[in-house]
């Protein structure tokens, strides 16, 4: 149906307007919600990896390592225009004028000092301020009665107060008036100069001056007569081809221009690709421009960089026309990339339960092709080890070694461990460079990982030389800064090979495998030591936090203290351990001592909690999820109705963890002393019920919460409190059995009944909206039909606790309106 004002009359925008109101407010409000539940998946550290992408040689290609989630891995260019034209100009004047000294004169001033530079020292009044008193250029360019370089400086910065851009998202609109009468200017000043260095810039002013005017025509005259054919090595020639691309009206010649561009001019690379994509030309027709393979080659390259799937035929195009193409590194190296997220990323997560994915990643997630990705890159495999191959074998390309590395880390990949080694062992005699090398010993280390089966202390051993020397290189980038030009800043990884490498070995490799075979302390502790201790982003030590606080029990919590107390003699242990010291004695403690709290060995807790001290247990206190100013719960109130929480009541104190321990052990004690007072079994079933996720002080026993945990099923050892308050149930039956009292009954029966509720689950059943909604209905429904609730109705209907109850629990007037039908 077409949509046209012509339908749209009076009586009718009314209710238009309302949908359109309605539409954006749900719209926003959705945004709003999207955007709350950030933060968004890192583009540089979201799926396990252990190749890296930094290979090359230099950052000519950096841009352009892969990232399913942006277009361009950096933004910035891989060489700065600044030092380049700066080095040009150094070399063109000589004596000692120096690079840096330019690049500040031309491109790090700001207005104001531009504009006092111009007033007065370049024209030869007064000195220099005291920020420029040692700048050589400026000082050599009077000294040396350059007036022809004094001349171009100045009208350069002229012309650059109307040409820049200052504020791009507050853009002030160009005066093309003035940029066109500075652009003919530039062209009779090239014209009437004879010296050829400053002829070409000034001819560039010209082209860029009437470009940026919105006079094409002219523009492309000046590079077609005076640019186009000049002899020179200057990038400036690059520059204006570049501008000469864009204003070209065939889509196809435009993209070939730009292409050689992206391969001269390191400094214009990203424009160029960006561009070059700009001008949606057919691969092919661009390829039928080219005048040698080795255009070719480049035109191949730019395809296949902005190529987000498996494409092993990029490569096979560039190394056909040019095999030793420094692309073919780059591409390489994109396409093992590739296959770790589709593949790898998949296959390491689903071995990893309990532990989480330390990238946390959200490919699972967001993606529901996640399975049909991970089969398609098994088809890839097959080509790019056939390339590998043809790589290797042929020795054309300076890095053929990196065949062999591929080749040994998709064996890894698919556990065949042998071939891993063999295709390492072909390398003993290539020497690589000092990059290769590493990636060398990273898949050594995966590959004498994968071949162990008993991890005793020999197999132990056995890695200990690949991880020390993993080590060396984690601290060696430790302290290194970010220079990722982009949105995504804040990456501590992307810029740290190693670190990742170190992080992703350690807690995806080497801990769920100690995991498995029951060594849960050494898991404990490879996961810490996978934590990069420069690293403070947001998910830092989360994933080793949470694998702690869930599933280690008193044992292994003990052996981690007295590890990072007293570092082991055992060089692998002591290794092994060193990440502990990132954990203090107070945080150890408490884990400790909650640990023993759901074990109920109440005077252990207690003992592990006083060495914590009481700044830190009051710290623990405060809930801040509800308010920041309740201290505490007291977790022996009992109430008809879970909700809304109730954390305090009268004059009742909070309890502290410590306080919490002593408290039940001394019910544990009274209970062995008085086991027939059904005071005691009661007092402690509701201590017990509390620390469930339904009580007012759960944060005994867990570290989070969430609404999603009620009915959710047994994860945790802990859950028989926490979810399912069954050893609660336990207790109140006790305390029902040993009463006489009717009332004391009921309100056993009725506590009984809450407890057997929260063993209730609900199947989670994703997003199909009428699967969820049946699963719903027999999850309320079996609420209902707890069996409890007839014990209630048939033995203590007269009591006034029962009135009561049926007054506040609606499951339980349901329960009695089903029954009475």
Same mark, same amino acid.
């Given at each position: ?153 100045? =009208? ?101 221009? =730009? ?50 799937? =498996? ?19 780059? #591409? ?57 191959? *043809? ?32 295709? #390492? ?15 060398? *010993? ?8 994968q071949g162990i089966q008993k991890f005793d202390e020999m197999d132990e051993a056995a890695m200990l030389p690949s ?25 501590? @990884? ?316 609606? @499951? ?10």
């Open positions: 149906m077409k949509i046209s004002l012509k339908n749209i009359r009076p009586n009718n925008c009314g209710k238009l307007l309302k949908y359109c109101v309605s539409f954006i407010a749900v719209f926003l409000a959705s945004t709003a919600i999207d955007i709350a539940c950030g933060p968004e998946p890192d583009p540089y550290d979201y799926y396990i990896s252990f190749f890296h992408n930094n290979l090359a040689d230099n950052n000519d290609y950096k841009p352009f390592n892969f990232s399913g989630y942006t277009f361009l891995y950096d933004e910035a260019e891989p060489g700065s225009e600044a030092a380049i034209n700066s080095a040009e100009w150094a070399t063109y004047l000589g004596g000692g004028i120096k690079a840096a000294d330019i690049e500040r004169a031309m491109y790090g001033l700001d207005r104001k000092a531009d504009s006092l530079l111009q007033i007065k020292y370049l024209a030869g009044k007064g000195s220099l301020p005291d920020s420029l008193r040692g700048n050589s250029f400026l000082i050599g360019i009077r000294a040396k009665q350059r007036k022809d370089v004094l001349a171009y400086y100045r =009208f350069a910065k002229q012309a650059e107060r109307y040409a820049a851009k200052t504020d791009y998202w507050d853009p002030i609109p160009r005066d093309t008036t003035a940029l066109a009468r500075l652009g003919n200017e530039a062209l009779k000043r090239g014209e009437a100069v004879t010296d050829g260095f400053l002829k070409l810039r000034y001819f560039y002013q010209g082209q860029r001056l009437l470009r940026y005017a919105g006079e094409f025509k002219p523009a492309s005259k000046i590079y077609e007569q005076h640019i186009a054919g000049v002899k020179s090595v200057s990038h400036v020639k690059g520059w204006a081809l570049a501008l000469q691309a864009g204003m070209e009206a065939d889509s196809v010649k435009s993209a070939y221009m =730009f292409s050689q561009v992206f391969e001269k001019y390191r400094e214009r690379r990203v424009q160029a690709y960006r561009n070059y994509n700009y001008t949606n030309a057919r691969p092919e027709q661009v390829l039928n421009l080219a005048k040698s393979d080795h255009e070719k080659a480049v035109i191949y390259a730019i395809n296949g960089l902005g190529d987000p799937h =498996f494409n092993v035929q990029h490569l096979k195009d560039i190394y056909g026309c040019e095999p030793a193409s420094p692309v073919v590194g780059i #591409l390489l190296a994109r396409e093992v990339n590739k296959l770790e997220e589709a593949y790898l990323d998949q296959k390491v997560t689903k071995g990893l339960p309990p532990i989480a994915s330390p990238v946390m990643s959200f490919n699972g997630y967001y993606d529901v092709n996640a399975e049909s990705l991970s089969k398609a890159a098994l088809k890839d495999f097959n080509g790019l080890n056939k390339f590998c191959t *043809q790589l290797f074998n042929e020795r054309l390309n300076p890095d053929y070694g990196l065949g062999k590395l591929v080749q040994a880390y998709l064996a890894w990949i698919k556990n065949d461990t042998k071939a891993g080694q063999q295709y #390492l062992s072909e390398l003993n005699n290539v020497k690589l460079r000092s990059k290769l090398q590493d990636q060398k *010993q990273i898949i050594n280390l995966l590959l004498i990982a991880l020390k020397w993993l080590d060396e290189k984690v601290k060696s980038e430790r302290y290194r800064v970010n220079h990722i030009d982009n949105y995504y800043i804040w990456s501590f @990884y992307s810029e740290r090979p190693f670190s990742a490498s170190a992080r992703n070995f350690y807690q995806t490799i080497l801990a769920p495998a100690y995991y498995k075979k029951g060594f849960v302390a050494k898991a404990a502790a490879a996961m810490a030591k996978g934590d990069a201790p420069g690293d403070k982003g947001y998910y830092f030590g989360s994933v080793t936090l949470d694998f702690w606080r869930n599933y280690l029990h008193p044992a292994s919590v003990s052996t981690l203290i007295a590890w990072r107390n007293n570092p082991p003699q055992n060089a692998y242990l002591k290794l092994l351990s060193d990440g502990l010291r990132l954990h203090n004695d107070k945080e150890l403690y408490d884990l400790l001592g909650t640990t023993y709290l759901r074990h109920h060995q109440y005077d252990k807790a207690a003992a592990a909690f006083k060495k914590v001290g009481k700044p830190y247990l009051d710290s623990l206190q405060t809930n801040l999820i509800w308010n920041n100013e309740n201290h505490g719960s007291d977790p022996f109130i009992d109430r008809l109705a879970d909700y809304p929480k109730v954390w305090l009541i009268d004059n009742s104190k909070g309890y502290s963890k410590l306080g919490f321990a002593n408290a039940m052990y001394a019910l544990q004690q009274k209970m062995k002393a008085s086991p027939n007072d059904p005071a005691n079994y009661y007092k402690y079933a509701t201590g017990l019920y509390n620390t469930g996720t339904h009580g007012n002080s759960w944060s005994y026993i867990s570290y989070g919460w969430a609404a999603s945990d009620a009915g959710r099923r047994k994860e945790h050892y802990y859950d028989e409190d926490y979810i399912q308050s069954a050893n609660a149930e336990t207790y109140y039956r006790k305390a029902r059995d040993l009463s006489n009292n009717a009332e004391f009954k009921a309100k056993c029966t009725y506590m009984l009944a809450k407890c057997r509720q929260k063993q209730i689950n609900y199947e989670d059943l994703g997003e199909d909206r009428y699967a969820y909604e049946g699963n719903n209905s027999k999850y309320q429904k079996a609420l209902r039909q707890n069996p409890f609730f007839n014990e209630l109705k048939n033995n203590y209907a007269n009591t006034k606790y029962y009135k009561l109850a049926v007054n506040e629990c609606s @499951y339980l007037r349901d329960f009695l309106g089903i029954k009475g039908k």
